[in-house]
């Protein structure tokens, strides 16, 4: 069945330091895909998407880019922040049925 | 919009009681979702809607637990009766499918049933 398997943590990483978080797919077709974030205490939230193969996501300074080929879509960030540690999910979608999957969770800590 | 709002945001019950969660999606999201968050277990979905009917329940831990959407604006989410291991964050998500599936989170409620 479609799932998504992403990188355990714990994570911790020094102030301006490079974040790499994993993540692998299986799914039949062409999923879209997803990157959520959980600050503590609040709900998930959209970080990025990328709705085909070789789209790249990208928002506050994070980027993920859909490979098909590798069926991944790892999580980077050149330089992290102390208001960058929280919980980070990837999570997949099949345009039929909106039905999400989601990977367990990395969670990510940043020291200054 | 204000998003998907959940309701109770903290309930402290005891163990025998029942809990009933409360969920409004965003207006126009034809597609509503529970999770449930543990540490132990992570994110799991429990059951989801499509327009208001319920089309896949496969993740209800067992009959304690029951949902349903009266209509467009309003789920809830029923544990009777609740049980220790109950506890948890409860998470309401609504999404659109002409919106090419993005899902939108409400902040949760965390459940205590001691």
């Known amino acids: 069945g479609d799932s998504v398997t992403q990188m355990e943590g714990p994570v911790t990483l020094s102030e301006e330091a490079f974040l790499t978080i994993n993540c692998t797919y299986t799914a039949t077709g062409y999923p879209s895909l997803f990157w959520y974030v959980q600050y503590p205490g609040e709900g998930l939230q959209l970080l990025l998407k990328?709705?085909?193969?070789?789209d790249k996501g990208s928002n506050k300074g994070f980027e993920a880019t859909y490979r098909k080929e590798t069926t991944s879509f790892h999580l980077e960030k050149g330089s992290v922040q102390v208001s960058d540690s929280a919980v980070y999910f990837c999570?997949?979608?099949?345009?039929?049925?909106?039905?999400?999957?989601f990977g367990t969770g990395t969670s990510l800590t940043v020291i200054p | 919009d204000a998003g998907v709002i959940q309701s109770p945001r903290h309930e402290v019950t005891e163990m025998g009681q029942e809990v009933t969660l409360r969920c409004k999606p965003i207006?126009?999201?034809?597609?509503l979702f529970w999770y449930r968050q543990t540490m132990m277990r992570g994110l799991e979905l429990l059951i989801y809607f499509n327009n208001n009917v319920p089309i896949d329940d496969s993740g209800m831990p067992e009959d304690r637990f029951s949902a349903k959407m009266p209509n467009a604006s309003f789920s809830t989410l029923k544990i009777q009766p609740s049980e220790p291991r109950d506890s948890a964050v409860y998470f309401c998500?609504?999404?659109?499918?002409?919106?090419?599936?993005?899902?939108?989170f409400g902040q949760g409620t965390r459940l205590t049933v001691v």
């Open positions: 990328a709705t085909k193969a070789d």
């Open positions: 998500a609504s999404s659109s499918r002409t919106d090419r599936t993005e899902a939108f």
């Open positions: 207006s126009g999201h034809d597609y």
């Open positions: 999570a997949l979608s099949k345009n039929t049925g909106n039905q999400f999957y």
